[in-house]
């Protein structure tokens, strides 16, 4: 079971839910929690673990080698990026805007454009008792989030190749490309809102997104409490099911401002967890069948 938490906007509470759902289940079974927000990755300001393993993570980037290069200028035609462009006499490459396709290195006729490693972040895995903690971080300056989340996944399946592990991905905000990108292979995505108009412009964002994707998704609402009903009526109309809803409460936020979790320690938050924890079996059972 491959679990997505994301959302429309930054803010909701993915991070949260991340991370206390899956202290949650590890108590009783092996759970793989996966930070794809690399951008920011924060789920480690509540897990404790001890690092087990830690390496730099590289995009192959063409680098040009003007003696061999004829100025054809055909590897600028097949960038669909502008990452290659040909001046004059001169092949600019633009490391930020190229995306690794490898189309001007092979479609080269004289080989003037091998591809290159390029360090653009690291990763690292923590072990805390039941629980695996995996997370990516890009290096600053870095701009494209796209192809460490997909090395980031790919370690997660290499090192965890079994089909009966939960892995919980916490993703990042919005509905751009380093979100489909966490996403995409997910068996269940849990949509986090909150229920204000800011909260209910951007989950309708992230339902599209996810309809578009062909997705089975839940909506979990954090703050419960503040805000209007306008989030419930939209789930209601469009028959989404509301799998959770955790309580505006002073506690959660000064426990989340401490970086402690708060699973065990507020009752009722342990309470929506066992909802959403009810919701994955079932789905997991309906998928087996």
Same mark, same amino acid.
């Given at each position: 079971m491959?679990?997505?938490?994301a959302?429309?906007?930054?803010?909701?509470?993915?991070?949260?839910?991340?991370?206390?759902?899956? $202290?949650?289940l $590890?108590?009783?079974?092996?759970?793989i929690?996966? @930070?794809? @927000?690399?951008?920011?990755?924060?789920?480690?300001?509540?897990?404790?673990?001890?690092?087990?393993?830690?390496?730099?993570?590289?995009?192959?980037?063409?680098?040009?080698?003007?003696?061999?290069?004829?100025l054809?200028? +055909?590897?600028?035609?097949?960038? +669909?990026? +502008?990452?290659?462009?040909?001046?004059?006499?001169?092949?600019?490459?633009?490391?930020?805007?190229?995306h690794?396709?490898?189309?001007? $290195?092979?479609?080269?006729?004289t080989?003037?454009?091998p591809?290159?490693?390029?360090?653009?972040g690291?990763?690292?895995?923590?072990?805390?008792?039941?629980?695996?903690?995996?997370? !990516?971080?890009?290096?600053?300056?870095?701009?494209?989030?796209?192809?460490?989340?997909?090395?980031? *996944?790919?370690?997660?399946?290499?090192?965890?190749?079994? @089909?009966?592990? /939960?892995?919980?991905?916490?993703?990042?905000?919005?509905?751009?490309?380093?979100? /489909?990108?966490?996403?995409?292979?997910?068996?269940?995505?849990?949509?986090?809102?909150?229920?204000?108009?800011?909260?209910?412009?951007?989950?309708?964002?992230?339902?599209?997104?996810?309809?578009?994707l062909n997705?089975?998704?839940g909506?979990?609402?954090?703050?419960?409490?503040?805000?209007? @009903?306008?989030?419930?009526?939209?789930?209601?109309?469009?028959?989404?099911?509301?799998?959770?809803? /955790?309580?505006?409460d002073?506690?959660?936020a000064? *426990?989340? !401002?401490?970086?402690?979790?708060?699973?065990?320690v507020?009752?009722?938050?342990?309470?929506?967890?066992e909802?959403?924890?009810?919701? /994955?079996?079932?789905y997991?059972?309906?998928?087996?069948?």
């Open positions: 491959k679990i997505a938490i959302s429309g906007k930054g803010g909701t509470g993915k991070t949260t839910l991340s991370t206390n759902l899956s $202290s949650f $590890s108590e009783t079974e092996s759970i929690l996966v @930070d794809l @927000d690399v951008e920011e990755p924060n789920s480690g300001l509540f897990i404790n673990g001890n690092l087990v393993h830690q390496e730099d993570k590289f995009k192959m980037i063409p680098e040009w080698i003007n003696n061999q290069c004829q054809c200028g +055909n590897c600028q035609k097949v960038c +669909n990026f +502008n990452a290659v462009m040909k001046l004059g006499k001169r092949i600019m490459v633009f490391p930020e805007l190229c690794g396709c490898y189309a001007c $290195s092979e479609l080269c006729p080989n003037s454009l591809m290159k490693p390029k360090r653009m690291e990763l690292k895995h923590f072990k805390l008792g039941n629980l695996d903690f995996i997370e !990516s971080k890009l290096i600053i300056g870095e701009e494209q989030a796209v192809p460490l989340i997909k090395q980031t *996944l790919e370690y997660v399946d290499k090192k965890f190749p079994k @089909d009966n592990i /939960i892995k919980i991905y916490d993703s990042p905000p919005g509905t751009s490309c380093p979100v /489909i990108e966490a996403t995409k292979d997910a068996d269940l995505v849990l949509l986090i809102t909150e229920p204000t108009p800011f909260g209910l412009h951007d989950l309708k964002l992230a339902v599209d997104t996810m309809k578009e997705k089975n998704f909506i979990v609402i954090n703050r419960y409490g503040i805000g209007d @009903d306008k989030v419930l009526s939209y789930c209601k109309d469009n028959n989404i099911p509301i799998i959770a809803k /955790i309580p505006n002073r506690k959660i000064d *426990l989340y !401002s401490d970086g402690k979790l708060h699973n065990k507020i009752p009722v938050v342990k309470k929506q967890l909802k959403v924890r009810d919701y /994955i079996l079932e997991q059972t309906k998928k087996m069948k």
